[in-house]
Every structure is written in structure tokens, then in C-alpha cells.
């Protein structure tokens, strides 16, 4: 999401609200992407996002191919550009890349002629989760009596120094208007995060959520114990999760967002997760698949691309 | 075969002479250095023109990766050796980073067998300080020393436990030998590919923070205090490793450094997009880093350039950031960046050819790098006005990952000799 424009970013988001639509008919179809191929190459297991991302593509008609490079060749020793050669000789497209290096897109957007979505480069981004998370709280807008992102305060929390969704939310939210908070401990927050990302960082919850109109959290995964990154997911939890009375510190209009998959009882109490008012962790999940169908319907339209690693 | 090298500007540093001269080579040796008038030149002398030159001693850089043995698909001896020329300099010192390392005398024989085929530059290798590079048991110093080791150095890691550095540094001085270190705590560092910074937070790459290498200088001019050895740092690179070798010189302490040109010139805004080729170890830093070094080199902290030159194989540099092999080649552009600092004001002609030539030299205690009656023939003639932009197609080494290519130049080696004989002409090679 770093480096686009105000213009471009609401160009994809009115273009996703468009196609939620299709998602609501009896029959889920347009004929917007026919004759389209579409590779869906992920070399990290996600179910979520690529399901997400073959579903934008079918419904949108174009050939849709997955391939989990996780198992096959990549544990045969072939490298990137080898995999992604072996596919552009099928003239894909588009293809929709997962990779766990930073910078894999940036690599491939060198050798390749297909358009290229990120749908997650290591730590780095994964822009079309900013664009549902984007679009999601504009769908609340109402309930927190705003009319736009602007002046809106958000804040992430957890462990935000490995996370891509925090990164391209920042840098999303920051361009739209909004201020943008990060929570968490000091052993979770990148370096010189302030100037990096700029957001205002916290390591008390209470003080962190205060006032916020949105409480975005992050998952906590299980090797930063190991690490030494924090002692315990009991203390992590006591701390930094995000719980009922944590939660009464942000605003009493504010909503509750989750990338998933959730850890309850990690980074997330159970009850707060599936608060039926403030929780709208699946209104994101079925906003993901308006988005990157937006983000599909762009590329193949051949403006320039969206959540493509654009090089000059 | 006798030449004479006519109305260049001869400089050299050691000595402080500078001025328009003419250069006699007799078997292999300078002869005399003078006004033709003065200098007896010898009749069947080939005659060079050198107006508008500039006539130094051959560059000397202590601190290149010859890759061989073990990594000829990197670059041989030979393949260096031909970059080396081609980059004015005639002497080099070589990590032991090979596959075997070099802890061994026959190692060390099998390196000076190849660089004396090739024949052209002359290789010093460095030996390891540890076995292996494992950095537990010393390395026969001694005998490695005889053999023809001229420092010893683990370069590509740092030797981390204490205890053995502080054996490395005492046993060292019955030999006098330098103890090199790339100074980087791997705890620190950890998986680390770039400078821990501002970019490294934007880009999502795990970071390297400076006190990797801070906190390692600092115990080791400790460990210099209590054991008088003698003691140099690799490739610096920060503020604060700069700031301690500084104290341990006021000190009086046997403490010398290099830096890499890579790290007076770029910044880690280099990597913006995750460009392979600005990744090495230690990594670029920030700009205040850069500032620091640029400063240290004007007060004479950093009295040496030296290239780190690493070259590696294009399947090593194109893939994932956090995958790519650490490491640029520099042995051809050495000069011309070198030459940077004097057009910059950060140091003036005799100071910089210094950090090239006598300098390095005198730290590994060899014969090189100075241009006076009666040494070595060992020569470099550039333009110091040519301008030209560095391409890595044109670049004459095995490997081509520069970090500098595209870049405008100023400064461009003609000629190279090696012992009196022509080991690189820019019209014909």
C-alpha cells in the first residue's frame, strides 16, 4: 500500500463495492474476467486468502489454476524465477503471489510479463488485506457517526514488528486520513516504527486504546516465545490481550478487527471475538473477496496495477 | 625489458613526492625517478607517454575474496587477479573464507602457486585466526606466518568468545602478525539482511542494528589493552565502532581499521527495492553512519580503503533479499571512488592514495605500495579526469554483482605493472 495515492486507493475501493454486489446475487457471475488466466501461486499454507483470491477469480470467469509451491518444487531446490518461469510459459494473466521473503514481488515484477498481486511478501505487506480492512470500517462509518476515514483513530495491536498486515494497514490508513496507533511490547514493535510507519506507539493497552474507533488486532504466533521475543503466552495475554475491559477503553462505538486465523485466549478473549455488535472479523472475511475481485478487475482492465510491486 | 614512463604527475604517498617526473624501470625494478634531464634513461627503453597521467604505486587492497580454492564458480585467482589489474592494483591480500580454509600451510602454497601463474598481481593470503573458522581452537600462526601468511583474520564471521579471541590477540604477538576482525555479535545480528533502521522497518527485512558491531569493537579493544596485540578492524561501519577505534588510538593502542567504499558512499536507502546487489555484511547503514565514517577517514581514524571485494555467481544475488549471498565485487572501481573523497574535501591527494597504497601496505608489513628507486616495479597510471560509468558487463572478474553499476565515475586506470611488465592496458584489454 506504500505509494499509492488517496485516488488510487478509493478507485478500489468503490470498485469492490460494486462487485460486492455480484456476491449477493442467486447467480454469483460476471463475465468481466472470461478467457483470463489466473495462477494463484502460494508458497505459504493459507487457506483464508486463497480460497479469497479463487473465488475472486471464478466469479469474476476467468480460469482460475492453484498452485501450492510449498509442497512441490520448491523443496526440490528450484528457485523463484525457475517456478515462475515454468508458469509464464502457460501466458498466465495475472498471477497471485504469497511468498514468505520480503521483497519476493519486487524480485519477480523484474522477470515477468503477467500483471502480479501481493497477497503477502514476508513481513512486508499484504495490500489486499489493508483494502478490506479499509473497506470494512467504511461499512461502519455510520455506527461511529463519521462520514470518512479522515481524523478516524485506529489502532493495531500485537506484534506488529512481524506483521505485513500491520505494515500496509499503516501506510493505508495514514494515506486515507486516519491516525494510526500501535500496541504492543517493545520486543514486538520494528525499529524506529514511529518515523517508519507513522503511527505513535504504546506498550500499555489502556493508554494505547483510548478513545480509538477501531482496535485492530494481530496474532500472536507461537515462535516468538521460543525467540525470546516475549516470556509466555500467559503473560502476553494478561498484558497485551485484548479482552472486555481493555476493550471499554476505546471508543464505546469502537469495532473490533482481526486478520485471522484468530488464537483465543492468545492475543484475543473469546467473548470479544464473538461480540455480536463490536466484533466484524467475518464482515472482513466476505469483504475480502470484493476486494481482490476489485483488485483482479483492475489489472485486467490494464491500468496501472494495484497491490503489484510497481518498479520504474 | 626497460621502460620509461614520460612527464606524468608521479606521486607518492609514502614519501610525500608529487610532482612532474619521468619513471625508469630497469629488470623489473624502478630505477630512478626524475626530470629526463636529470635521470639516466637507457637507450633501448620503451618509451611510454604519460602527459596527463597520473603515475602511482600499484594499488594495494588487504582485503579481497579470491574464492579459490573451493568456489571457482565465484572466481579463481586468475579471474581476481585479471579485476585486480584492470583495477590498478597490484598487490592484494585474500580472506581465507575458501573451501578448505586457509589453516593450513598447504593451503597457503596452493594460493601463492596460482596467483604466480596467473601473474598478475600479487596475493597475500590471510590466514584464519581459528581452525576452520570455528572459533575455538588458533591456527598455527606461526607457520602459517613462514608459509606466507601476512595477518590473520575468521572474515565472514567474527571470532565471538572472548576467551579465545583474547588467546588470539596474545599469541599473535610472537609473530607480530595483525589479527583482522569482522567485528558482528551473531546473537545480535541474528537473521538480520540489511541495516536495522527506518527502511529495514518499512520494507518488513529483518535488521542488523549497529551495535552488532559497536558492542564487539568495543570488547575487543579491551582484550587489546590487557594483550597488546595487534589489532584491525574489517569493513567499518558505524558511528560507534569508529568512535571506539578512535579513544583506542588516543590511547596509543595498536588499533587500525578499514573501510569498504561501498560504506563511505551508499546508505541503506540503496536497498529500496530490494535491490540484491546492495547487500552485504556488514550492511550499508544510515546516513548519520555514513557521516561518521566520512569524518573519521578526514581525521585519519580510518587510514585505510579497502574493497571487500566479494564477488558471487548470478544464482546467489537473484533470488529472495533475505536469501542472496552477502557481498559486492570492488576491485575495478576502487580508484575512482577513492578519488570521490578527494574531489568531496574529505581528503587530499597524498592522504588518499595513501589508504590505497603505503598504508595498507605497511600494516601487513610488506613491500609494496610505495613508488621509489630500487622497489618493485609495481605501478598504476590513471586519468584522474576520465569520466565513465561502471558497467557490470564490462567489469573483467569472474563475477559481476557491483553495487556501484550505472554509476557516474571519475578517474580511470590506463595502465597497470606489475615488477615492470604491462598486466593491463585500458586501450587493449
Redesign the interface.
Known sequence: M?GLTREEIRLLLDTALSLREVNRRDIKKVPTLRGKTVINLFFENSTRTRTSFELAGKRMSADVINISASSSSVSKGE???DTVANLQAMNPDVVVMR?P????H??LARHIEAALVNAG?????HPTQALLDLLTIEDHLPQMGRTSLDGLTVAICGDVLHS?VA?SNAFALRTMGASVRLVGPPTLM????E???GARVYHSMAEGLADVDVVMVLRLQRERMSAAYVPSVREYFAFWGLNESRLACAAPHAIVMHPGPINRGVEIASDVADHRHRSVILDQVSNGLAVRMAVLYRLCLGSQGKGVQT?? | MNIHIAAGRVIDPASGFDATADVVIVDGLVRAIGRPDQIDIPRDAQRIGADGLIVAPGLVDMHVHLREPGYEYKETIAGGSRAAAAGGVTSMAAMPNTRPVVDDTSIVGYILQQAQRAGLARVYPIGAITQGLQGEQITEMGLLQQAGCVAFSDDGRAVMNSAVMRRALDYSRAFGALIIQHAEDSHLSGHGCMHEGVISSRLGLPGIPAVAEESLVERDIRLVEITGGRYHVAHISTSGAVEAVAWAQQKGLPVSCEVAPHHFALTDAAVAHYDTNAKMSPPLRSESHRQSILMALSKGIITVIATDHAPHEPDSKEVEFCRASNGVVGLETLLPMALELIRDGVLDWRRCLATITCNPARLLGIQAGQLAEGQPADLVLFDAEEKWHVDAAKLHGTSRNTCFHGRHVQGRVKMTFLSGRAVHNDETD
Do not use: I, K, M, V
Open positions: 506504500e528457485t523463484l524465477l511468498h521473503e520480503s521483497g519476493a519486487a524480485l511478501d514476508g513481513r512486508h505487506e505485513r505494515r520494528p525499529a524506529h516504527a518515523e517508519a510507519l518498479l520504474p
